[in-house]
């Protein structure tokens, strides 16, 4: 069983920045690529961005594209996002979810992950 607890999560003022992280506990973090997904009140859960196992592959979401940046750290068995130029629409509830890989591939499906955090709730707001 794969844990993973995320934090970092706040109100921040548009234009502002955070950082998310994501902790994996329990196994080898290393045979697994990391998702963020998130979901706003009253609407579905949508994939964010996602990193390969050994990070040298990623994705990103249109819509976050040039504003996020997601990394992993092995050794700490963690995996950022950090998030820039924030919009109030960028409001939700974050969570990391996790997929046991092969390839160095990554993907933003909610139904092909393996494990899920609880989430961390980022508010955009003046």
């Known amino acids: 069983q794969l844990q993973l607890v995320e934090s970092g999560g706040g109100l921040v003022q548009p234009g502002g920045s955070l950082s998310l992280s994501c902790e994996a506990s329990?196994?080898?973090?290393?045979?697994?690529?990391i998702s963020w997904f998130r979901q706003a009140p009253g609407k579905e859960r949508e994939g964010v961005s996602c990193i390969g196992k050994r990070g040298d592959s990623t994705n990103y979401a249109d819509s976050v594209k040039g504003r996020f940046t997601i990394s992993r750290d092995n050794a700490k068995n963690t995996v950022y996002l950090q998030m820039n130029s924030l919009k109030p629409e960028d409001t939700a509830v974050y969570y990391c979810?996790?997929?046991?890989?092969?390839?160095?591939?990554?993907?933003?499906?909610?139904?092909?992950?393996?494990?899920w955090g609880e989430g961390t709730l980022v508010t955009v707001s003046t």
């Open positions: 329990g196994l080898t973090f290393d045979d697994y690529a």
């Open positions: 979810a996790a997929r046991s890989a092969f390839f160095e591939t990554c993907v933003l499906n909610a139904a092909a992950m393996d494990y």
